[in-house]
């Protein structure tokens, strides 16, 4: 690579990183504006099985340190999209033409079924759990989380299924590499199924329906991956 190549390559580099952070920062203004509106919308799966109706803040500096860091976290999985892109304007012209056809489309999957879990776990699994949690709760004790204690409980949680739901993903790079090919995953999907009903069990409450809100969506992300691995190049033989 020439001098002038590799200048060129450090200062697209940077104009790309510059401007990821600028929309960051812009982003991380709004949120932390709403940042506690957007921590009271973290809580409501919670909140509405407190008798008291609240949490509590056992630190005094918790109250704004916790929604910040919920406005930071917020902020940067706004900004994901705005990455990609500057990403891609930067990796793009060094791509194939058949390249750039199936990294674009793998990204922006990528990020939605991120999102999806995110969602999947706020809408159906906190509130579950924190439902059966408020049942258990022995006679004299007063349900009543800290601010930050529940923050990072949560924040896991939903990064946790926002994983969870790259399992398609996952195997379409697989086979795209030719690591394992998609009849291998065919042949393998009654393991799966089972699987995915252990991690039920181990993340979702103790009651059947509960296991198995969990476990039916990671057995459909099972077979959307091996449906994507149609699109991928041929596997290697079975």
Same mark, same amino acid.
């Given at each position: 690579?020439? /001098?002038?190549? $590799?200048? %060129?390559?450090? +200062?697209?580099?940077?104009?790309?990183?510059?401007?990821?952070?600028?929309?960051?920062?812009?982003?991380?203004?709004?949120?932390?504006?709403?940042? /506690?509106?957007?921590? %009271?919308?973290?809580?409501?799966?919670?909140?509405?099985?407190?008798?008291?109706? %609240?949490?509590? #803040?056992?630190?005094? #500096?918790?109250?704004?340190?916790?929604?910040?860091?919920?406005?930071? *976290?917020?902020?940067?999985?706004?900004?994901?999209?705005?990455?990609?892109?500057?990403?891609?304007?930067?990796?793009?012209? #060094?791509?194939?033409?058949?390249?750039?056809?199936?990294?674009?489309?793998?990204?922006?999957?990528? +990020? *939605?079924?991120?999102?999806?879990?995110?969602?999947?776990?706020?809408?159906?699994?906190?509130?579950?759990? @924190? %439902?059966?949690?408020?049942?258990?709760?022995?006679?004299? +004790?007063?349900?009543?989380?800290?601010?930050?204690?529940?923050?990072? @409980?949560?924040?896991?949680?939903?990064?946790?299924?926002?994983?969870?739901?790259?399992?398609? *993903?996952? *195997?379409?790079?697989?086979?795209?590499? /030719?690591?394992?090919?998609?009849?291998?995953?065919?042949?393998?999907?009654?393991? $799966?199924?089972?699987?995915?009903?252990?991690?039920?069990?181990?993340? $979702?409450?103790?009651?059947?329906?509960?296991?198995?809100?969990?476990?039916?969506?990671?057995?459909?992300?099972?077979?959307?991956?091996?449906?994507?691995?149609?699109?991928?190049?041929?596997?290697?033989? $079975?």
């Amino acid at each position: 690579m020439s /001098n002038l190549s $590799a200048t %060129h390559f450090l +200062v697209e580099l940077r104009s790309r990183l510059l401007r990821s952070f600028v929309m960051l920062f812009l982003v991380l203004i709004v949120a932390t504006y709403f940042a /506690n509106t957007l921590y %009271h919308f973290l809580a409501f799966p919670l909140l509405k099985f407190l008798p008291q109706g %609240h949490l509590i #803040a056992t630190q005094l #500096a918790s109250s704004f340190f916790v929604p910040f860091k919920l406005a930071f *976290m917020v902020s940067l999985l706004l900004a994901v999209p705005f990455f990609l892109f500057q990403l891609w304007s930067f990796i793009s012209p #060094a791509l194939y033409g058949y390249e750039r056809r199936l990294v674009w489309p793998f990204l922006w999957l990528s +990020v *939605m079924l991120f999102y999806a879990g995110i969602a999947f776990s706020y809408f159906v699994i906190l509130p579950t759990l @924190f %439902h059966f949690l408020a049942q258990t709760v022995p006679s004299g +004790v007063v349900l009543a989380p800290d601010i930050s204690e529940y923050f990072d @409980f949560t924040i896991k949680l939903l990064l946790v299924f926002g994983f969870l739901f790259e399992i398609p *993903m996952v *195997m379409v790079l697989l086979i795209s590499v /030719n690591i394992v090919s998609r009849d291998w995953f065919i042949r393998k999907r009654s393991y $799966a199924i089972i699987g995915a009903f252990i991690l039920g069990m181990l993340l $979702a409450p103790p009651d059947v329906l509960s296991q198995t809100l969990l476990a039916v969506p990671i057995c459909l992300l099972y077979e959307l991956g091996i449906l994507l691995g149609r699109f991928c190049r041929k596997d290697l033989s $079975a």
